[in-house]
């Protein structure tokens, strides 16, 4: 999963934090982590459902947009 663009003129974030621990299960639709830019924080959305998987991010780090962040495994 990678950190999607949040404003058109944002090229950047900072990671503010996971909201769902390490290999919990995530419903579609649910909010999984934090997003901060010079104006606001956003919280994502899982685009699927299954088991979060974090990436190797650190809080209140920034990272580009695009950048993998980690993944969702999906149940069969």
């Known amino acids: 999963m990678a950190i999607p663009?949040?404003?058109?003129?944002?090229?950047?974030?900072?990671?503010?934090?996971?909201?769902v621990a390490d290999g919990a299960s995530v419903q579609e639709?649910?909010?999984?982590?934090?997003?901060?830019?010079?104006?606001?924080?956003?919280?994502v959305e899982a685009a699927a459902s299954g088991v979060l998987r974090h990436g190797d991010v650190e809080a209140e780090g920034t990272y580009?947009?695009?950048?993998?962040?980690?993944y969702i495994e999906r149940s069969a």
């Open 29 to 43: 639709g649910e909010n999984i982590y934090s997003l901060g830019t010079d104006k606001t924080d956003v919280d």
């Open 5 to 19: 663009k949040v404003a058109m003129s944002v090229e950047e974030v900072v990671f503010v934090e996971w909201l």
């Open 64 to 70: 580009p947009v695009g950048a993998e962040i980690g």
